[in-house]
T-cell receptor, first 111, second 113 residues
């Protein structure tokens, strides 16, 4: 079956540096990918999404890259700030099926 | 526009009891999905409702059920609670059935003792 996983459970970065959070997926039929940020005590918050017909999408300080050849997804956060500290989830979806979430990566920003 | 709201925010129940959780989606959103979040299993899909009909269902026992009302508000019920049901239950709404982007509520923290 399909699975969505994260390479690293924790990531620590210096404030001002760029962060890269990785995600691997196994289902080549997935056509939609999304990144969520979850702060302590809150529900997941939408960051950015990308469809399978794209390789890259940029938002405000964030970029998502999709490499369909190796089934890899990454989230890049530019100039990481303390407020970026949270758990980040990737999720994938095929058509109208439910989102399948990865386990999450905890990002800690060191001031 | 108000976000997704969930009530109650915290709940403590005893094994064997049942519980009902409520979710009010963003105004105009017709799709509501429920997820269970635990440290060990992460975010797991429970079910999705669209226009009062269950469209997708996750791999959970029949003790977990839900429904959606004509105003798109949704409830989920867990009967005969078990210790393992302790989790954060999250509700997410989408503008329409085919929309992929989901907006999550703050969740209901259920503790079963």
């Amino acid at each position: 079956g399909e699975s969505v996983g994260l390479h690293l459970p924790t990531l620590s970065v210096q404030e001002g540096d760029n962060s890269i959070i990785n995600c691997a997926y196994s289902n080549s039929a997935s056509d939609y990918f999304i990144w969520y940020k979850q702060e302590s005590g809150k529900g997941p918050q939408f960051i950015i999404d990308i469809r399978s017909n794209m390789d890259k999408r940029q938002g405000q300080r964030v970029t998502v890259l999709l490499n369909k050849t190796v089934k890899h997804l990454s989230l890049q956060i530019a100039a990481t700030q303390p407020g970026d500290s949270a758990v980040y989830f990737c999720a994938e979806r095929r058509g109208n099926t439910p989102l399948v979430f990865g386990k999450g990566t905890r990002l800690s920003v060191i001031a | 526009k108000a976000g997704v709201t969930q009530t109650p925010r915290y709940l403590i129940k005893t094994r064997g009891q049942q519980v009902t959780l409520s979710c009010s989606p963003i105004s105009g959103h017709r799709s509501v999905s429920w997820y269970q979040q635990t440290p060990g299993q992460g975010l797991q899909f429970l079910f999705e409702y669209f226009s009062e009909t269950q469209r997708n269902k996750g791999n959970f026992p029949g003790r977990f059920s839900g429904r959606q009302f004509s105003n798109s508000r949704s409830e989920m019920n867990v009967s005969t609670l078990e210790l393992g049901d302790s989790a954060l239950y999250l509700c997410a709404s989408s503008p329409q059935g085919t929309s992929y982007e989901q907006y999550f509520g703050p969740g209901t923290r259920l503790t079963v003792t």
